[in-house]
DNA sequence: AAAGAGTGAC
């Protein structure tokens, strides 16, 4: 008797502690119905250990917005509210976060103000969630005030995280000059700028045909002594390629690997891009073939770019044969990608061929594409 | 337990 409950108890104890998290979002995970998703949430929340699994309210949430369910967003993490936790900055920071990313500003930011009401204390942690809620919901014009008026009211120092935030709030404003300015904020508050920094600005700089000052930006990241990432370099990439100057992408591309880096997808898709924007079929699909045998996997942009691309040329052959690997890669693409694959074929009249493409997208169960076979028109 | 940098369009 003794023996077998200690038996039973020894195997309840190690199969439940052993892996807690694994449990909890097992069983959350599994469920494909998430009316019930929410309801097993509240429930599991109930449990103290359950709290401290961050990564399953991540995906939860992530889970929930991306099937448009904002209530049951609000639902479960209003719900959070009544446990003790929520007077410890660092839960109140995990809310603020998550419902900037799902987009609920309004929501991240009465976790914010509520904060004092439950003697929770406010740093500068909960100050950059606030402004990353910002950024994630795309309130960027909120961020300027909140940098000039919440430090001092609430005595906090704005540290690099926050600036980073800061600038990435003006670059996707497309205020890139004010972005520079905060960046000259940095060092006059006695900080300094790190790689996160530079490689937000050479993103913005870079990406917005701002290749002069992305530049300029490379230079003090040197002379500050950041050591550039594979992020940096694939922001050069896309400057040099917006500037047209393809010869020097290829060969900075081509230097990567003295430089201790590896390219990734996105270096390729740089270039990619680059033969694209100039016509060359052959380079295209050759920097393609590289990509597929490379350590890296073509993602839904370089299938964006090359569909367009082979659509535009009348290479129908091989937009065929990309459509179908979109499929094997799981890459979920715009539907207007795919229907000119479609409208491709059709007119030439591969009607056929496209019945059939139209069969595979639309009977996979990652995205409704609803595509269409287009009336023939005469011409 | 806790904040920050990744894409696409002639």
Redesign the pocket.
């Known amino acids: 008797m003794a023996s077998i409950s200690r038996i039973f108890r020894t195997f309840f104890s190690t199969s439940v502690a052993k892996s807690p998290a694994k449990s909890f979002s097992d069983d959350l995970y599994k469920e494909r119905n998430l009316k019930r998703v929410v309801h097993k949430f509240k429930k599991l929340s109930e449990s103290h250990l359950f ?2 699994h ?1 990564n399953v309210y991540g995906n939860t949430v992530r889970r929930l917005a991306s099937a448009k369910k904002f209530n049951w967003i609000e639902e479960i993490l209003e719900d959070q509210k009544q446990y003790d ?1 929520i007077s ?4 109140a ?2 809310l603020i ?1 998550l419902y900037g990313k799902s987009g609920m500003f309004d929501h991240a930011s009465k976790v914010f103000d509520e904060m004092p009401d439950r003697k929770c204390p406010q ?3 909960s100050f ?2 606030l402004l ?1 809620a910002c ?2 919901a795309k309130k960027f014009d909120k961020v300027d005030g909140f940098f000039k008026d919440l430090p001092e009211k609430l005595s906090v120092k704005p ?4 600036y ?2 800061a600038i ?1 709030a003006f670059c996707e404003m497309g205020s890139l000059d004010s972005a520079g300015s905060v960046f000259d904020e940095i060092e006059k508050n006695g900080l300094k700028p ?4 530079f ?2 600005l050479l ?1 913005g700089f870079y ?1 917005n045909r701002k290749f002069v000052d992305g530049e300029r930006f490379w230079e003090k990241m040197m002379n500050a002594s950041v050591s550039p ?3 940096s370099y ?1 922001a050069r990439l ?1 400057g040099l390629v917006a500037e047209k100057k393809l010869t020097e992408a290829v060969e900075l591309f081509g230097e990567l690997g003295s430089k201790g880096l590896k390219p ?4 390729y ?2 270039i990619i ?1 680059g033969f694209c924007n100039d016509g060359d079929l052959e380079q295209a699909k050759d920097w393609y073939a590289k990509l597929v045998q490379s350590d890296s996997s073509p ?3 370089t ?3 090359l ?2 691309f082979a659509c535009k040329t009348g290479d129908l052959d091989w937009a065929v044969e990309l459509f179908k690997q979109t499929f094997r890669e799981k890459c979920l ?2 539907p ?2 795919m229907q000119l694959v479609i409208d491709g074929l059709v007119k030439e009249s591969r009607t056929e061929e496209a019945k059939k493409l139209v069969g595979i997208a639309n009977s996979n169960k990652f995205r409704c594409y609803n595509l269409i076979i287009p009336a023939v028109e005469d011409e």
């Open positions: 709290r401290k961050a936790e410890k900055e660092g839960f920071v995990r976060s740093t500068v942690k950059n969630a990353g950024v994630n540290d690099i995280v926050s980073n935030t990435k790190d790689l996160i920094t490689n937000t993103v990406g990432d594979i992020r694939n896309v990734d997808e996105f270096s898709n740089a891009q993602n839904k942009a299938f964006a770019i569909i367009r693409l715009d207007s990608v």
